[in-house]
């Protein structure tokens, strides 16, 4: 069985995640995407995040009609309530590494199943910093949404350098578009072209905030949800 995991802020979830979540079961068979809300992300500790039910509960109504999607408790913080999303709950300190996610969800797994890591072209060219990269490489294949401007030759020089192809070889590719699939000593990837949504999580939160119709950002649950709570008012 192919997992796809798709781990990220959420903050909200938004209808370009939901494009490449689909285009990545299409395009790699998976029979199952579990969508991760971290409750302290590395990469963006100082940045305000939406309490962590709140985006547990954002992603749950976006998926409802998704059979193969659900949302998932992988990152949840030790005294979250599944049964009260609602509730607001202290945030703990220690930071989600999606290497730890990962091996966490495979001890769930049969041998024989391939786990599958979605992630943006954008949070993809900073993955040689990410926690214990190499890794992460060998845990799982990745499924890379990319967008107009990246190159085949871009996506092998942001591997960590233990994966990276020497720059002659990667050379060749720096006129190639990122799509296809590229599979090198140590790392596979799955690179999706077809669904670049230019949808900002940032812009959404400001159109709440200003009170302004969602509907072509979110699933209209969500929207009903954000406007309910009052989700970005004051931001």
């Keep these: 069985m192919n997992i796809g995991l798709f781990g990220g802020t959420f903050d909200p979830v938004h209808r370009g995640h939901l494009a490449l979540a689909r285009a990545a079961r299409e395009r790699c068979n998976l029979s199952r995407i579990l969508f991760v809300p971290a409750s302290v992300p590395p990469h963006k500790q100082r940045q305000p995040l939406s309490a962590f039910p709140h985006r547990y509960a954002m992603l749950a109504l976006a998926t409802a009609q998704e059979k193969t999607f659900a949302p998932s408790l992988l990152e949840a913080p030790e005294d979250f309530e599944p049964d009260n999303p609602r509730r607001e709950k202290t945030r703990v300190a220690k930071p989600n590494y999606t290497i730890d996610t990962v091996k966490r969800l495979k001890q769930s797994l049969k041998k024989a199943d391939l786990l599958f890591l979605l992630i943006g072209i954008d949070a993809f060219s900073e993955i040689a910093k990410w926690h214990q990269a190499e890794d992460l490489f060998r ?86 949800y954000i406007k309910k709570i009052g989700l970005y008012k004051g931001r």
């Design 139 to 224: 845990e799982c294949e990745f499924v890379v949404a990319s967008r107009p401007g990246y190159s085949l030759a871009d996506v092998a020089n942001a591997l960590p350098a233990s994966l990276r192809p020497r720059l002659e070889v990667t050379r060749p590719f720096q006129t190639q578009a990122a799509t296809g699939d590229l599979v090198l000593s140590g790392a596979t990837i799955h690179l999706l072209d077809e669904v670049y949504q230019p949808i900002s999580s940032t812009a959404i939160r400001q159109a709440a905030a200003a009170g302004k119709p969602l509907a072509r950002f979110v699933d209209p649950a969500v929207a009903d």
